[in-house]
């Protein structure tokens, strides 16, 4: 019985300390998150952008169909290379991962200049405060907390907007 008890009280602190796993203050900061089972899972920056109504439905299927060619492209194509199977050459990349690149450099083409700001935030998941943060610094430096210059922070808007809107010509053409 003693054996029993022990083992329930193992269990439960494993269960505590796997409820008590919630992402640390600085990534917190850095974007939001939601429950998936037992842990958390980070919510896209575009996904956030579309709840707080900056982006439109349009906008954000153009960048959400960014951020899948980004991260195709992004993805280790070690095992297509080596792999010797009737799954991969062994010669080079594979035919997906040259589809990906293609479409990649295809949406990036279109996007000119606005290419930088749609990477940050689509691609690599950054807020559009933190680029407007890179781009033109902080408020004043009375402030505890830097926040981006409004200025800024409304340029980086105005541009994902228009960067969307090429994305969204390249889709449809």
Same mark, same amino acid.
């Given at each position: 019985?003693?054996?029993?008890? &022990?083992?329930?009280?193992?269990?439960?602190?494993?269960?505590?300390?796997?409820? =008590? /796993?919630? #992402?640390?203050?600085? *990534?917190? !900061?850095?974007?939001?998150?939601?429950?998936?089972?037992?842990?958390?899972?980070?919510?896209?920056?575009?996904?956030?952008?579309?709840?707080?109504?900056?982006?439109?439905?349009?906008?954000?299927?153009?960048?959400?169909?960014?951020?899948?060619?980004?991260?195709?492209c992004e993805k &280790?194509?070690?095992?297509?290379?080596l792999?010797?199977?009737?799954?991969?050459? =062994? /010669?080079? #990349?594979?035919?997906? *991962?040259? !589809?990906?690149?293609?479409?990649?450099?295809?949406?990036?083409?279109?996007?000119?200049?606005?290419?930088?700001?749609?990477?940050?935030?689509?691609?690599e998941?950054?807020?559009?405060?933190?680029?407007?943060?890179k781009?033109g610094?902080?408020?004043?430096?009375?402030?505890?907390?830097?926040?981006?210059?409004?200025?800024?922070?409304?340029?980086?808007?105005?541009?994902?907007?228009?960067?969307a809107?090429r994305l969204?010509?390249?889709?449809e053409?």
């Amino acid at each position: 019985m003693g054996k029993r008890g &022990s083992k329930r009280k193992a269990a439960r602190k494993r269960i505590a300390e796997v409820q =008590g /796993a919630v #992402p640390t203050n600085e *990534a917190m !900061r850095h974007g939001d998150f939601e429950r998936a089972g037992i842990a958390y899972r980070r919510i896209p920056a575009i996904d956030t952008l579309r709840n707080r109504e900056v982006i439109t439905i349009r906008e954000h299927v153009a960048l959400a169909h960014y951020r899948e060619a980004f991260i195709a492209c992004e993805k &280790s194509s070690t095992r297509s290379c080596l792999d010797n199977s009737p799954k991969g050459s =062994g /010669a080079g #990349p594979s035919p997906s *991962a040259l !589809r990906s690149a293609l479409k990649l450099a295809r949406l990036e083409g279109a996007l000119g200049a606005l290419t930088p700001i749609t990477r940050y935030i689509a691609g690599e998941d950054n807020s559009l405060s933190q680029w407007a943060i890179k781009q033109g610094g902080c408020k004043g430096s009375g402030h505890p907390v830097c926040l981006p210059k409004s200025k800024e922070l409304e340029l980086a808007r105005i541009d994902l907007k228009f960067a969307a809107s090429r994305l969204i010509g390249e889709m449809e053409a």
